[in-house]
């Protein structure tokens, strides 16, 4: 319970400080900008790497100052960014990168897309093509998840076992553009928010569900499956255990999206910045950052360690189980880390336009692979991860 209320806490404070961005951008995107890159190699990294036309003399003499909006508090789910900070990755690929915490008021796509904004944020791909579709000029320059997070999870008793079972019930989800995979498969089940079930606004925990206020709650892999887990059950007075709980994933139901990815501005990129390509300065970054999430596949301890010493908010057996989590979702990248898969990201187009998150597919220009590409080939190491596999970790209560 202490771990929860210090969580709620912080998120109280960030909502309280947290400023409204507008949108909109200026500028002509390139020729490269507005047409993806489909048929980019989709090979990863094979032979040798390619010389890196990276670095502060590559990039104009000195380190380009750019900025990165993450979609959330600083967590284990950023840790390939905090690493290619703290380690040095950003400075050696020539950039000084300021990276900046999100939160429940700071909506990331609106953020990136304002003329003045950020040139680099990280945001779920469903709310990214509803501002592209509103107006927004934004690009996916890199798929860093390769799959979903995202559950729906009751209690065992509740008798759900699929979307078809949420009828009468109350169905739990944080809104703000998260509840896209639920109201998917609400659909797909033939049912309706508010005529065939009620679609509850749940707050950015468990609370709601352990208290039993709802028969189902929205849960992340890598964050609130595991605060239900790391809670105590009054009726044993020992945590609860997997068994204890219903799990649907929108991966087997058939309406995952994709969700965590790099974006910029389309006018940006086809921009200079003292001299030097943005896009150029765009694939330093996404190298960069590509290098941090490999050394946190391998190694994970040092990468939660730095998140620890960044922000003590969730503690260290919640970042552990965290970074876990993420890696699975991260590897393996089958044709390299930042790649997109053309058939994951058609799934996340038709389920949005058939369920009327968007009115129509986005037109051409919505992602590109070649800066991505191209960061890849400057990289050496194991840039798939075919081999990884997710570790057993044990739950430590509260967290902690």
């Known amino acids: ?58 990039l104009g003499g000195s380190p380009v100052e750019v900025e990165f909006q993450l979609q959330w508090v600083t967590q284990a789910q950023f840790a390939g960014y905090f690493a290619a900070a703290d380690l040095g990755f950003y400075e050696d690929a020539g950039l000084d990168v300021t990276i900046l915490e999100g939160g429940p008021d700071i909506a990331p796509q609106q953020v990136v897309a304002a003329a003045d904004g950020p040139e680099f944020g990280e945001a779920w791909v469903p709310k990214v093509l509803v501002a592209r579709e509103e107006g927004a ?43 896209f995979e639920v109201l998917a498969a609400a659909r797909q089940a033939g049912l309706e928010p508010g005529t065939d079930f009620e679609l509850v606004t749940q707050p950015f925990d468990m609370s709601l569900l352990l208290n039993r206020e709802i028969d189902a709650a929205e849960a992340m892999t890598y964050n609130e499956y595991a605060q239900v887990l790391e809670a105590t059950n009054p009726e044993t007075g020992e ?20 969700q965590d990815n790099v974006i910029a501005r389309e006018s940006w990129l086809a921009e ?27 190694n994970p301890d040092e990468c939660v360690q730095i998140v620890l010493d960044r922000s003590p908010i969730l503690g260290e057996g919640h970042q552990a189980w965290m970074m876990n989590e993420i890696n699975a979702l991260i590897w393996p990248s089958p044709d390299g880390i930042g790649i997109l898969d053309p058939d994951l990201w058609q799934q996340t187009v038709d389920i949005s336009t058939e369920f009327e998150i968007i009115s129509e597919p986005p037109s051409d220009g919505a992602f590109r692979t070649d800066l991505a590409q191209a960061a ?25």
Not at 22 to 30: V, W
Not at 377 to 395: M, N, Q, Y
Request: with cysteine.
């Open 1 to 58: 319970m202490k771990h929860r209320l210090r969580f709620i806490s912080i998120l109280l404070a960030l909502a309280l400080g947290a400023v409204a961005c507008g949108t909109g951008g200026d500028g002509s995107p390139s020729a490269d900008a507005s047409t993806a890159s489909t048929e980019a190699s989709a090979s990863g990294s094979t032979g040798e790497p390619q010389t890196s036309n990276c670095g502060a003399e590559a």
């Open 137 to 179: 000029d934004l690009v996916n320059i890199a798929q860093v998840f390769q799959r979903s997070g995202t559950l729906e999870v009751s209690w065992a008793d509740s008798d759900i076992q699929s979307p078809e079972d949420w009828a009468g019930k109350k169905v739990g989800s944080w809104g703000f553009g998260n509840e």
């Open 239 to 258: 945590l609860y255990q997997p068994e204890d709980l219903s799990v649907i994933d929108f991966n087997e139901v058939g309406t995952a999206m994709l």
């Open 272 to 298: 200079e910045t003292n001299g030097v390509s943005n896009e150029q300065i765009a694939t330093c970054f996404l190298q960069a950052s590509f290098e941090g999430w490999m050394h946190c596949r391998d």
């Open 376 to 400: 890849l080939d400057a990289l050496d190491g194991d840039v798939t991860g075919d081999s990884f596999e997710k570790a057993e970790l044990e739950v430590t209560p509260g967290g902690e």
